[in-house]
């Protein structure tokens, strides 16, 4: 297992909860790592992605704002902060790696599920 994903938890809207993201052989810090989720029955989708070389933070529109990246060096470990939880925020979460900012994931975390309740 290259990366570990953990934190999820059932919440209620408006809470905040934290996801780590760990790389068990890979040094996260040279690579590019995404957060991504799929809700039931959706289609899997992009939430943040913290840049490799400039170490640039972008965010889906829906978490903006709401979810920051951020990344501890020394734990090896990308954090992915979310406040301000919705209902819609309900899913199943990960994280991935790729080498390059235009090239494809090439490594994937398991799932840590998300709960927000109403």
């Known amino acids: 297992v290259q990366l570990q994903a953990c934190g999820g938890g059932l919440v209620q809207a408006g809470e905040s909860l934290r996801l780590s993201c760990s790389g068990s052989?890979?040094?996260?810090?040279?690579?590019?790592i995404g957060w991504f989720r799929q809700a039931p029955g959706k289609e899997r989708e992009w939430v943040s992605y913290r840049g490799s070389r400039d170490g640039t933070r972008t965010y889906a529109d829906s978490v903006m704002g709401r979810f920051t990246i951020s990344e501890d060096v020394d734990e090896n470990t990308v954090y992915l902060q979310m406040n301000s939880l919705k209902p819609e925020d309900t899913a199943v979460y990960y994280c991935a790696a790729k080498r390059s900012a235009a090239g494809h994931y090439d490594y994937w975390g398991q799932g840590t599920k998300v709960t927000v309740s109403s």
């Open positions: 052989t890979l040094t996260l810090e040279g690579w590019g």
